[in-house]
């Protein structure tokens, strides 16, 4: 089976030379949750960006390919790609209050994306995100529909773009760490309907975060990113069972436990991070776009 | 607390105390050969210099006195309110038209759009406005659609500054990056998602301008630049009223105070309306 994005040794550079991406490849399998982890800074949500076509125009792609579905986005004319970008993928972003237009009612918002882009009618739109925002259990649609972003709690705003991101049957959703600006209580929650409509709907996700905690909960396969670099990849069971990257191992002891949270909370141990850093300066030394 | 609404604000009394000066402003000057007690331009040398009425010696039907060719005060006004409006509405609509299409484009767009605008708009904005609007008069020849077509060419830089400040911020928000993604064009994005973020400012602005175009009128019909007919302006009259001024305080005093009520509810009538359109601060 063709998976559902495969990236393959994706590198970009900023204006001064600088590496964010270091030749990553990443694949999401159909129906799959492929959980992308790393420190800040890493470049997690570059690799979201390029592969939604939404990169900062200072970011600048050497090499590599992206496919969705078998597609070569790279193949496909500007114009071609945003529509397969579009039709194709949707985005579950980091803060649903700036992800949603201040001026405009949550229904007109919603619906649009399916009248315009999908060319659906607005009976067809109406009723499809009536159903969405069923399953992500907000109970009264009708005042949520009319509402301004503003007027939802931050909570409820996610709701909404999580069945925006859902409406249109993707079969890619790019998941920015879509719970970090909610309050720990809804995270949860949020997280929970994530998982339950990703089963329901059957949608491959590439699930951004930094929290070990939540890789285990939602995903199936984890890639561990460090620098721009793939650090390591393995089925979420078997990494946290038998981390091989000394990064991995480190990260996974950072990560504080429910059982005993304070004795297990230490920083990723400095002789780690050396290591790591030796190892992608001297990669960086080699190499050269197309032949890294 | 989840389900809270932020209950919606009513008008405030701001909004209506200038809109109301405003719409009585304007129904006068639309009306004025109905509601004007006189006729502005019938000279009465044995009613000159009449006081207003609540001074001795007024007449009755000449409200708030005559001028030093006995021309009844409030008619005078009312007819000057009319291209007073006339000057608000046209130039105002037109800077602003120019000048926000331009900054939304500048804004949004960035790039060579933003340099070539942004730099035009310091050219234009190095010369100082009142100088400006004299030499284009004097240019274009006195009359009412060269006094427009100046305050237009002149003013249009406020709303393109303003406009493109707020559309490049709204620009970086991540709803236009949602939009991209799912595949809206640059157009239908700038049109559609940024537009309405900006429009509250638009409105502000526009009102605001409308009080400015008022007293750039006056000051051009001030120093006789404006409107070279019989026709009564604020600013022509408030030339008159500053000659007689020792004898006749009310011809000055008037119509300042009706210029500057004027000026004032239209920055007012802005902010308030803008307040009351955001979204976020409503
Ligand atoms: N607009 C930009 N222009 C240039 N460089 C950028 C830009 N945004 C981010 N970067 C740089 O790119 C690198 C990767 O950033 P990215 O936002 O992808 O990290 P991240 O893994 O998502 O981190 P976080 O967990 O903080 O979201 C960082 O070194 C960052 O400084
Ligand atoms: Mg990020």
């Known amino acids: 089976m063709k998976p559902c994005l495969d990236i393959r040794?994706?590198?970009?550079?900023?204006?001064?030379?600088?590496r964010v991406l270091r030749s990553v490849s990443l694949s999401v399998q159909p129906g799959e949750v492929r959980a992308l982890v790393g420190e800040s800074g890493a470049g997690k949500t570059m690799i979201g960006k390029a592969v939604l076509g939404?990169?900062?125009?200072?970011?600048?792609?050497v090499e590599g390919e992206m496919l969705i579905e078998g597609d070569d986005l790279g193949r496909l004319d500007a114009k071609a790609r945003r529509t397969l970008i579009g039709a194709r993928t949707a985005l579950i972003p980091q803060d649903p209050l700036t992800a949603l237009n201040p001026s405009r009612r949550i229904g007109a918002q919603m619906t649009d994306r399916l009248v315009r882009i999908l060319g659906w009618s607005g009976e067809r739109a109406d009723k499809r995100i009536r159903q969405l925002l069923d399953e992500v259990q907000i109970r009264d649609p009708e005042r949520v529909l009319k509402s301004y972003p503003h007027e939802l709690s931050g909570g409820m705003r996610q709701r909404v773009l999580i069945a925006a991101a859902f409406a249109a049957e993707p079969r890619?959703?790019?998941?920015?760490?879509?719970t970090t600006a909610l309050d720990v209580t809804v995270q949860k929650q949020i997280l929970r309907l994530i998982a339950q409509l990703q089963r329901d709907h059957g949608t491959a996700i590439l699930f951004v975060t930094h929290d070990l905690g939540v890789v285990a909960k939602i995903s199936q396969?984890?890639?561990?990113?460090?620098?721009?670099?793939?650090?390591?990849e393995a089925e979420t069971a078997q990494l946290f069972a038998a981390p091989q990257h000394p990064y991995t191992q480190a990260l996974i002891a950072a990560t504080p436990r429910y059982t005993d949270p304070y004795t297990s909370l230490k920083p990723v141990d400095e002789s780690v991070l050396a290591g790591l850093k030796a190892e992608i300066a001297a990669a960086d030394k080699d190499w050269r776009p197309g032949h890294g | 607390m989840d389900e809270a609404r932020i209950p919606r604000r009513g008008l405030s009394p701001r909004l209506w105390l200038a809109g109301g000066w405003l719409l009585l402003a304007l129904l006068a000057a639309i009306f004025a050969p109905m509601v004007a007690p006189q006729d502005?331009?019938?000279q009465d040398l044995m009613l000159e210099r009449l006081p207003p009425f609540w001074l001795d010696g007024a007449e009755p039907g000449y409200w708030l006195g005559t001028d030093s060719l006995g021309r009844d005060l409030l008619s005078r006004l009312i007819f000057g309110g009319r291209i007073a409006f006339i000057v608000a509405f046209a130039a105002a609509t037109s800077a602003c038209l120019i000048g926000s299409a331009l900054g939304l484009i500048a804004g949004y767009f960035g790039g060579w759009a933003d340099r070539i605008i942004s730099r035009v708009v310091d050219v234009w904005m190095a010369f100082p406005p009142v100088l400006f609007a004299i030499l284009l008069v004097a240019v274009l020849g006195t009359g009412l659609s060269s006094v427009i077509l100046a305050i237009a060419i002149i003013d249009w830089t406020r709303f393109c500054r303003v406009i493109r400040a707020e559309a490049m911020s709204q620009a970086r928000m991540d709803y236009v990056e949602s939009a991209r993604i799912a595949?809206?064009?640059?157009?239908g994005i700038m049109l559609r998602e940024v537009l309405p973020n900006v429009l509250p400012s638009v409105v502000a602005l526009l009102s605001l301008e409308m009080g400015i175009a008022v007293i750039v009128e006056a000051i051009l019909s001030f120093v006789n630049l404006s409107i070279s007919?019989?026709?009564?302006?604020?600013?022509?009259i408030i030339a008159e009223g500053r000659l007689s001024i020792h004898q006749a305080w009310w011809?000055?005093?008037?119509?300042?105070?009706?210029?500057?009520?004027t000026v004032l509810s239209f920055s007012q009538f802005g902010e308030a309306l803008k307040a009351h359109f955001d979204p976020v601060l409503r």
């Not at chain 2, 595949?183 to 157009?187: E, L």
């Not at chain 2, 011809?251 to 009520?261: C, G, H, M, Q, W």
């Open chain 1, 9 to 18: 040794r994706l590198s970009a550079v900023l204006p001064n030379g600088q």
């Open chain 1, 54 to 61: 939404v990169l900062p125009k200072s970011v600048r792609i």
């Open chain 1, 172 to 178: 890619l959703i790019v998941a920015d760490e879509p």
């Open chain 1, 221 to 232: 396969k984890v890639s561990v990113l460090y620098a721009g670099k793939m650090v390591e």
């Open chain 2, 40 to 42: 502005p331009l019938a």
């Open chain 2, 183 to 187: 595949g809206y064009g640059r157009i």
């Open chain 2, 229 to 236: 007919t019989d026709d009564p302006t604020w600013g022509s």
């Open chain 2, 251 to 261: 011809v000055l005093v008037f119509p300042l105070i009706t210029l500057i009520l």
